[in-house]
């Protein structure tokens, strides 16, 4: 299909003379970038496992929207001109892989524009395909631990890409990945319980009125609602969504229902004038995205990551435009593919912060009982609180010792950047394959 790729990968500690990590791909600085201990490449080795971490939308960027916005060891400044550290990166824990998936997505393209015309099916057989090829650039990783992990709409690609991988596993008789976990973050798991959820959480937080609650749960069939096929939804059910998301509006944070909004037009005529555009709402930069996107489209920026060689008639966004994805794919149920990968007893995490109405917690933390109750798994951690620095981090539970939900007190539905300490230390849980604990005694993220 002629696909061109971009990944980055952080790394933990500087290499000097280590073989098996090409030259032509180290991203040697970027501009505005505080001094660091560690190596990027674009296209590290310590003994630490490898991550691979892949952003949802579908069509929304894991370089750009996770690296160097999220749970990466930069974030962009306020001007979007340079890069500040993030003292809680996952590559304190991970070697970290963010791959912009599918292409068309951020600076990845492909020379064939039936290539955008894509899907669920397709998505993890070129991820499958992407990983094959990338272990032969880096041959080091090979034998090293590999988990997967995203969130929002990654709830599909995650339990896809493993199960490409497991039969990838079965018939291969060369080269095995050495698959350890699966972790998503608010995913996108069916949608006719994952919408459910959203209304519920819109009327529990004082969103949408009783009246309107009330006419979604007597008029709207959700055991036979399919996105973007209107004809199986009443008329009835429909204004009362529209209702719903017309009240709940653009002013109000639907990804973290306690953060500010960041006023597009305002911040980017302030990136424009060089000014500092960051808002800060609860500790939180909820402009990151258009500082990120600006920080994106600098010139000097696309050279020192080796990326738009082929000068793309288009701008870097955070989620893409020239992407046709199926809207058919989001009423996947992914229910079966998690159970298989657990049937392979590989443990799967999924986690969801306590803020996020787009995908709430109620609705994954059912899903994830009734996956249990069909493996006829049994309860091995009950329900309660885990602690972080003395304090609740959130609340979780575990069945037949492979499969874990968890919340993040306080974060929204990008866990990472709105929980930064408490989302490490969920993660160095996951890739070092411990429990969350369930007292207040000191633990060591790093």
């Known amino acids: 299909m002629g696909l061109c790729w971009f990944s980055v990968v952080l790394i933990v500690l500087v290499l000097v003379g280590v073989e098996g990590y090409p030259v032509e791909d180290l991203v040697v600085s970027l501009p505005g970038q505080p001094q660091v201990g560690f190596k990027q490449y674009a296209g590290q080795p310590d003994k630490k496992p490898l991550a691979l971490w ?92 590999l988990f997967l992990a995203g969130e929002s709409y990654a709830g599909h690609y995650i339990p896809q890409l493993a199960n490409a991988i497991l039969d990838h596993n079965k018939y291969s008789t060369g080269f095995k990945f050495n698959l350890k976990g699966v972790a998503i973050g608010n995913p996108l798991l069916r949608l006719d319980r994952d919408i459910t959820a959203r209304y519920d959480y819109f009327w529990s937080h004082g969103m949408i009125s009783d009246e309107i609650h009330l006419t979604i749960m007597n008029e709207c069939d959700f055991d036979n609602y399919e996105f973007a096929s209107p004809h199986n ?27 500010d909004v960041c006023y597009p037009s305002i911040a980017e005529q302030e990136l424009r004038l060089g000014k500092v555009a960051s808002k800060i709402s609860v500790g939180v930069d909820v402009c990151m995205a258009y500082e990120g996107q600006f920080y994106f489209n600098l010139p000097e920026v696309q050279k020192a990551i080796h990326a738009n060689r082929t000068n793309l008639p288009y701008s870097w966004t955070l989620c893409s435009n020239v992407l046709n994805y199926s809207q058919a794919d989001v009423n996947i149920n992914m229910l079966p593919f998690l159970a298989r990968i657990v049937k392979n007893h590989i443990p799967v995490w999924v986690f969801s912060g306590d803020q996020d109405s787009v995908v709430p917690l109620s609705g ?16 091995t951690v009950p329900y309660g609180a885990w602690f972080h620095k003395g304090q609740v981090g959130g609340w979780a539970t575990e069945y037949g010792n492979l499969l874990t939900f968890a919340t993040v007190r306080g974060a929204g539905h990008l866990v990472a950047p709105t929980q930064p300490s408490r989302a490490l230390h969920l993660f160095s849980s996951f890739v070092r394959d411990r429990r969350l604990p369930n007292t207040t005694r000191p633990s060591i993220d790093g």
């Open 233 to 259: 939804v009443s008329v009835a059910c429909n204004n009362a969504l529209a209702a719903a998301n017309s009240i709940v509006g653009p002013y109000g944070n639907i990804y973290d229902v306690i953060l």
């Open 364 to 379: 994954s933390r059912t899903l994830i009982r009734e996956l249990a109750l069909d493996l006829k798994f049994q309860i």
């Open 54 to 145: 892949l952003t949802g939308g579908p069509g929304c960027s894991s370089v750009g929207g996770s690296a160097f916005t999220k749970l990466g060891p930069f974030y962009p400044r306020g001007d979007g001109r340079g890069l500040q550290k993030n003292p809680s990166s996952w590559n304190i824990a991970s070697n970290l892989l963010f791959v912009d998936s599918p292409a068309g997505v951020g600076w990845s393209y492909s020379n064939t524009s039936s290539d955008y015309n894509t899907g669920d099916a397709s998505t993890a057989k070129d991820m499958h395909t992407f990983l094959l090829k990338w272990y032969e650039k880096f041959p080091a990783f090979k034998s090293r631990e």
